[in-house]
């Protein structure tokens, strides 16, 4: 990259510590980082929704799978933009006004800390493999904009950026950075669409690439694709970061509009990074590796300075992705793990640098364990690792909240341990015409429906004994 390029990007870079220092004084306690102190307005609620799930899966990774498999790589924007309309109009009122202040103290206050302690260190263990992925990802986009930069290197930095991203100002400093992300993606997606329309038009696209591959939702099949969608709608329903989002709103109907904004704006990028990638797909059919579509379209089509603000955006999208996860992590350990084990740290102070502490261990940690042969192992089990989640908590999670006392605790733990196993075992072993987490799901669901049932037969085998 030239010296204009690298400008652009360092100008996008530096608005991170500018925010999190500026939202560092704004801070006073845990709640603070962790919800804004639920005061804020439904920009904030988007901001960090966005900042959260706009990361580089919606750009870098939708770009690469439309280079080889067309529209279908749109799924998972639009799955994106479903979850947030789910949690808009079922979940909002049971995120902001539950027993606990996370999804797993839900679990908790229902089925006791047996449960709570199983899934939230399934849920820590697969959402610290999405924090490696995000550090594993900068580092292939980072030595693009600075030559010669080595990967160790390249992942100390991300770990850097990341930690300075939420270190400071937590859930504000993400929100606020959230909506500079959102702009500067539009910008991005817009200038990108011209170009794209000015060198080409659709007509073109549609005549040159394979119809059957290329304009075909369900290219994969209706079973994968579909579990590929329920995947990404379900991960973000039990992702405690989204429940954070709609927490920081100052009222109900203050995270209903965050969300509704979120639902609308998701789908444009998504559609636009398709669009770059089927254009790569003809006029540069033969890149050696897919990951570099957007980049390369980037390098190759926008103005110096342009293209160096779009790679710094590129980039932000993939730091505030792994930000979202450290986030989460902190919150499940300090509310989940320790929390109710020990009062040591019950004080505002002692909570809010306990917080600190454990994000500053997890990227110290996330860094050792992003290079070398581990690190490409890890990030092609990142996939798994999102319906190894949702499996094994989003049947208890539903059974908790919508109907408590319906089922005994021992079927919903077994309900863990069957989704666990389904999704790792059907993940790695293709045999079913759905994917992993479709059938962790269905198994998870099963149990919990066979405890709701021997539930109302003792209740009626307990009505006849009196």
């Given amino acids: 990259m030239s010296l204009v390029q690298v400008g652009g990007v360092i100008i996008v870079l530096l608005m991170i510590p500018l925010i999190g220092v500026l939202s560092f004084r704004h801070v006073k306690n845990a709640e603070d980082f962790e919800s804004a102190g639920g005061k804020g307005g439904a920009g904030l609620v988007s901001g960090m929704m966005l ?28 799955s994106c933009s479903l979850a947030c309309l789910l949690i808009a109009f079922i979940y909002i009122k049971r995120y902001r006004h539950p027993k606990a202040q996370t999804l797993i103290g839900i679990i908790r206050s229902e089925y006791g800390p047996r449960i709570e302690l199983a899934i ?53 400093s993400a ?87 979120s639902a609308f704006l998701v789908p444009p990028v ?55 996860a450290t986030m989460e992590i902190s919150t499940i350990v300090h509310r989940d793990i320790i929390g109710p084990r020990t009062h040591r740290f019950n004080t505002p102070k002692a909570a809010l640098l306990f917080t600190r502490l454990c994000i500053i261990f997890l990227l110290v940690g996330g860094c050792l364990l992003s290079t070398g042969i581990l690190g490409d192992m890890v990030l092609s089990f990142s996939s798994t690792s999102i319906g190894l989640r949702a499996s094994s908590m989003f049947a208890p999670l539903m059974c908790a909240m919508f109907f408590p006392g319906k089922i005994d605790h021992r079927w919903v733990f077994i309900s863990v341990i069957i989704g666990t196993v389904f999704a ?37 085998r307990q009505i006849l004994c009196h």
């Fill in 51 to 78: 900042g959260a799930m706009l990361g580089g899966s919606c750009t870098i990774g939708t770009a690469q799978l439309a280079y080889t498999q067309g529209i279908s790589a749109f799924w998972y924007t639009l």
């Fill in 270 to 324: 998504g559609l636009a990074s398709v669009l770059i990638g089927m254009f790569m797909r003809i006029n540069h059919p033969a890149l050696e590796n897919a990951k570099d579509v957007f980049p390369q379209f980037v390098l190759l089509y926008m103005p110096d300075l342009l293209g160096g603000i779009v790679m710094g955006t590129l980039l932000l999208a993939i730091i505030g992705s792994g930000a979202a």
């Fill in 120 to 172: 939230s260190l399934l849920v820590c263990m697969s959402t610290f493999v999405s924090l490696l992925s995000q550090l594993i990802a900068a580092s292939a986009v980072l030595p693009v904009i600075f030559s010669g930069i080595t990967v160790p290197i390249s992942v100390a930095l991300t770990a850097a950026l990341i930690l300075v991203y939420i270190v400071f100002g937590g859930v504000l």
């Fill in 424 to 460: 790792l075992l059907f993940s790695l072993w293709d045999i079913l015409p759905i994917d992993g987490l479709g059938a962790g799901f269905l198994g998870s669901s099963v149990c919990c429906l066979l405890g709701a049932v021997a539930q109302i037969k003792n209740t009626r």
């Fill in 175 to 261: 929100g606020k950075i959230g909506k500079i992300k959102i702009i500067l993606l539009y910008v991005t997606v817009l200038i990108g669409t011209y170009i794209i329309l000015k060198e080409t038009d659709l007509r073109t696209l549609w005549d040159t690439l394979d119809h059957k591959t290329y304009f075909n939702l369900f290219a994969n099949g209706v079973g994968k694709e579909s579990s590929k969608a329920l995947s990404v709608i379900l991960g973000a329903v039990t992702a405690q970061v989204y429940m954070q989002a709609v927490m920081a709103g100052r009222s109900d109907k203050t995270s209903y509009r965050g969300e509704l904004i």
